[in-house]
């Protein structure tokens, strides 16, 4: 080959290389543009997404106290422990599983299911406490988080638990409380942008930013934890010796309308809200026993129903047929309408003979002013004052008495109770609902009514929550008194008043009665209804209690629902509850007694 040839080759591969190569160039400029430009931002973001990591700051979800500061409800910090399977090579899965297992004290089961799991993130363990957590982290096993969460934690377990109410496992609330201020309590979450290296371990020497979490305010309730106490070892007793489906009490200030005692048993520990413990409340251990086994026997959906039942607050979501302490109600508005007064005679044989149908009273009283009527508990009496009230009347005058309406207390899944439509009424209806039967109201309706006769006639609002303070003490909102109306006059709460304080010292109430102390109050026993009939055997004991009757601090309501003692009586079996309640919080509230009148007030014995 002549040189010029020679050259002539040469020449034409390097020119083919030169553009080869130019090429190459060019494409490497248009991927790289197309990398910077147009994948830029994607690019970018994917790479931060890899080497930085994304904490949800969940903020601490906000105490509820007692109106003494008394800490009922708070957040624990705890950890949760969990594993990138993608991170962990198998060959050191058996490595894994043997120290998680033995520094969490768990199955190594959970563990190597956790290990082999598809999911990019996966739970061991929620809730380990802070030495376990340092424990492990000192292990250093790459692809393990540990990280804090917080627990809902309540100090005294099934103290006011359904008042309180629960949280679920991501801290939102669940009934009570903590369901009805949920947005005030849980606060505004925070982020924690950290780097970490390829296996997600925390870099100590790097980028990072956080935005701290805003905490949650703090609900301070109108409940003291004494008197809470006193109500619910009362309802305790009473739920065991009556052998009883369920025994409710509330005590309120009749002046403010603040519930300082809210009491339901059987209850519930909120601390293990999804465990069944009725053999811890129960009377009966061996049913309560039977309970649990068929509640794990249950689908998913009747455990659910079993648990919301249990969670519920029958204080206001559950109603019963008043009986004999409505009777309150209607001689309340006969005095004030100017149907009746303290002097008239009455007259009971023992049968209703007004209306049609087998209504009778417990026993022929004879002749009786309205005053002995009540403290006698008398049917006829009650019946007489309500046909003269008439069918407009005695619905007017229920639905004043804030019967058939809800209360609007700060609690959920309240309910208004049943008063019938004057349009359907008859006679009939309007003699039986004058004993307190055909009309069912919640326990929280029936003492806020009473509590307008113990306030001059004047009914205040019911209300739980006192005031939201900050983590200071600084208050944030204070909830005011709120006077709804005048139902009746102040000297018709007076005269209710002393015929109360009869009832106790003379009549059906005298169970009640403490020596030393002004009570008034009325005991109420009314048969159930099932699918609309009366059943026998199955009935509604009560009392409520005003003290002291010359300065009303207090006032009590005991319900004791399907007795299953001897007797079945409200002034047998609900009123010395409600005396022990009573006497217990007056003593604590260091209200001093008082020398009372022989010759004035005749206890009988």
């Given at each position: 080959?002549?040189?010029?040839?020679?050259?002539?080759?040469?020449?034409?591969?390097?020119?083919?290389?030169?553009?080869?190569?130019?090429?190459?160039?060019?494409?490497?400029?248009?991927?790289?543009g197309?990398?910077?430009?147009?994948?830029?931002?994607?690019?970018?973001?994917?790479?931060?997404h890899?080497?930085?990591?994304?904490?949800?700051?969940?903020?601490?979800?906000?105490?509820?106290?007692?109106?003494?500061?008394?800490?009922?409800?708070?957040?624990?910090?705890?950890?949760?422990?969990?594993?990138?399977?993608?991170?962990?090579?198998?060959?050191?899965?058996?490595?894994?599983?043997?120290?998680?297992?033995?520094?969490?004290?768990?199955e190594?089961?959970k563990?190597?299911?956790?290990?082999?799991?598809?999911?990019?993130?996966s739970?061991?363990?929620?809730?380990?406490?802070?030495k376990?957590?340092?424990?492990?982290?000192?292990?250093?096993?790459?692809?393990?988080?540990?990280?804090?969460?917080?627990?809902?934690?309540?100090?005294?377990?099934?103290?006011?638990?359904?008042?309180?109410?629960?949280?679920?496992?991501?801290?939102?609330?669940?009934?009570?409380?903590?369901?009805?201020?949920?947005?005030?309590?849980?606060?505004n979450?925070?982020?924690?942008?950290?780097?970490?290296?390829?296996?997600m371990?925390?870099?100590?020497?790097?980028?990072?930013?956080?935005?701290?979490?805003?905490?949650?305010?703090?609900?301070?309730?109108?409940?003291?934890?004494?008197?809470?106490?006193?109500?619910?070892?009362?309802?305790?007793?009473?739920?065991?010796?009556?052998?009883?489906?369920?025994?409710?009490?509330?005590?309120?200030?009749?002046?403010?309308?603040?519930?300082?005692?809210?009491?339901?048993k059987?209850?519930?520990?909120?601390?293990?809200?999804?465990?069944i413990?009725?053999d811890?409340?129960?009377?009966w251990?061996?049913?309560?026993?039977?309970?649990?086994?068929?509640?794990?026997?249950?689908?998913?959906?009747?455990?659910?129903?079993?648990?919301?039942?249990?969670?519920?607050?029958?204080?206001?979501?559950?109603?019963?047929?008043?009986?004999?302490?409505?009777?309150?109600?209607?001689?309340?508005?006969?005095?004030?309408?100017?149907?009746?007064?303290?002097?008239?005679?009455?007259?009971?044989d023992?049968?209703?003979?007004?209306?049609?149908?087998?209504?009778?009273?417990?026993?022929?009283?004879?002749?009786?002013?309205l005053?002995?009527?009540?403290?006698?508990?008398?049917?006829?009496?009650?019946?007489?004052?309500?046909?003269?009230?008439?069918?407009?009347?005695?619905?007017?005058?229920?639905?004043?008495?804030?019967?058939?309406?809800?209360?609007?207390?700060?609690?959920?899944?309240?309910?208004?109770?049943?008063?019938?439509?004057?349009?359907?009424?008859?006679?009939?209806?309007?003699?039986?609902?004058?004993?307190?039967?055909?009309?069912?109201?919640?326990?929280?309706?029936?003492?806020?009514?009473?509590?307008?006769?113990?306030?001059?006639?004047?009914?205040?609002?019911?209300?739980?929550?006192?005031?939201?303070?900050?983590?200071?003490?600084?208050?944030?909102?204070?909830?005011?008194?709120?006077?709804?109306?005048?139902?009746?006059?102040?000297?018709?709460?007076?005269?209710?008043?002393?015929?109360?304080?009869?009832?106790?010292?003379?009549?059906?109430?005298?169970?009640?009665?403490?020596?030393?102390?002004?009570?008034?109050?009325?005991t109420?026993?009314?048969?159930?209804?099932?699918?609309?009939?009366?059943?026998?055997?199955?009935?509604?004991?009560?009392?409520?209690?005003?003290?002291p009757?010359?300065?009303?601090?207090?006032?009590v309501?005991?319900?004791?629902?399907?007795?299953?003692?001897?007797?079945?009586?409200?002034?047998?079996?609900?009123?010395?509850?409600?005396?022990?309640?009573?006497?217990?919080?007056?003593?604590?509230?260091?209200?001093?007694?008082?020398?009372?009148?022989e010759?004035?007030?005749?206890?009988?014995?």
């Amino acid at each position: 080959m002549n040189k010029k040839k020679y050259n002539k080759i040469v020449k034409n591969r390097i020119m083919k290389s030169s553009l080869l190569l130019s090429i190459l160039i060019f494409g490497f400029i248009v991927r790289v543009g197309y990398l910077q430009i147009v994948r830029g931002e994607s690019l970018s973001t994917k790479a931060v997404h890899q080497w930085t990591r994304d904490v949800v700051l969940k903020p601490d979800r906000g105490d509820i106290y007692d109106r003494n500061g008394k800490k009922l409800s708070t957040d624990l910090s705890l950890y949760t422990v969990s594993v990138l399977p993608g991170k962990i090579s198998e060959k050191n899965h058996e490595k894994y599983i043997k120290k998680i297992s033995n520094i969490l004290d768990i199955e190594k089961e959970k563990i190597e299911k956790a290990l082999k799991s598809d999911n990019d993130w996966s739970e061991i363990e929620r809730y380990v406490d802070i030495k376990k957590a340092e424990k492990l982290k000192d292990e250093a096993l790459i692809g393990v988080s540990i990280d804090e969460v917080s627990k809902r934690y309540y100090p005294f377990d099934n103290f006011l638990s359904q008042v309180i109410g629960n949280t679920n496992r991501d801290g939102i609330g669940q009934y009570g409380i903590e369901s009805h201020f949920n947005e005030t309590l849980m606060g505004n979450p925070g982020r924690w942008i950290k780097t970490v290296d390829g296996n997600m371990m925390e870099l100590p020497y790097n980028y990072q930013k956080k935005h701290e979490a805003e905490n949650g305010e703090n609900i301070v309730l109108t409940i003291d934890e004494r008197i809470q106490y006193f109500a619910e070892t009362g309802a305790e007793q009473a739920l065991k010796e009556n052998m009883a489906k369920r025994v409710s009490v509330l005590v309120m200030d009749p002046k403010t309308g603040e519930m300082l005692a809210m009491a339901s048993k059987p209850d519930y520990n909120p601390n293990s809200r999804m465990s069944i413990n009725h053999d811890l409340n129960s009377p009966w251990i061996d049913i309560g026993k039977d309970i649990k086994e068929a509640f794990n026997e249950k689908s998913w959906e009747e455990k659910q129903d079993t648990l919301y039942d249990m969670w519920k607050n029958p204080l206001v979501s559950e109603i019963y047929e008043p009986g004999s302490t409505f009777k309150l109600l209607i001689a309340a508005a006969s005095l004030e309408e100017g149907l009746a007064n303290t002097t008239e005679k009455f007259f009971c044989d023992g049968k209703v003979t007004q209306v049609p149908g087998n209504i009778t009273c417990m026993k022929a009283h004879g002749e009786q002013t309205l005053a002995e009527g009540l403290k006698n508990s008398c049917n006829e009496v009650a019946v007489e004052l309500g046909l003269r009230l008439g069918k407009e009347k005695i619905v007017e005058y229920a639905r004043a008495f804030g019967m058939g309406d809800l209360t609007g207390i700060e609690l959920p899944s309240e309910i208004g109770g049943i008063v019938k439509s004057k349009k359907t009424m008859k006679d009939v209806d309007v003699a039986t609902m004058s004993f307190g039967q055909g009309v069912a109201v919640t326990p929280i309706q029936l003492i806020t009514s009473i509590s307008a006769i113990a306030n001059e006639g004047k009914m205040m609002s019911p209300n739980i929550v006192k005031s939201i303070v900050d983590d200071k003490g600084d208050i944030i909102k204070e909830t005011k008194k709120t006077y709804k109306r005048q139902i009746i006059s102040k000297k018709t709460a007076d005269t209710m008043l002393e015929i109360m304080e009869k009832v106790v010292s003379e009549g059906s109430g005298k169970n009640a009665y403490i020596e030393g102390y002004r009570v008034g109050g009325k005991t109420g026993t009314s048969q159930k209804a099932i699918d609309g009939k009366y059943v026998n055997g199955k009935y509604v004991a009560s009392f409520v209690g005003v003290a002291p009757i010359n300065n009303p601090r207090l006032v009590v309501l005991t319900v004791i629902d399907e007795p299953n003692k001897a007797s079945h009586f409200g002034g047998v079996i609900a009123a010395p509850v409600s005396k022990n309640i009573i006497e217990e919080t007056l003593t604590y509230l260091a209200i001093p007694k008082v020398q009372v009148d022989e010759e004035e007030i005749e206890v009988k014995n």
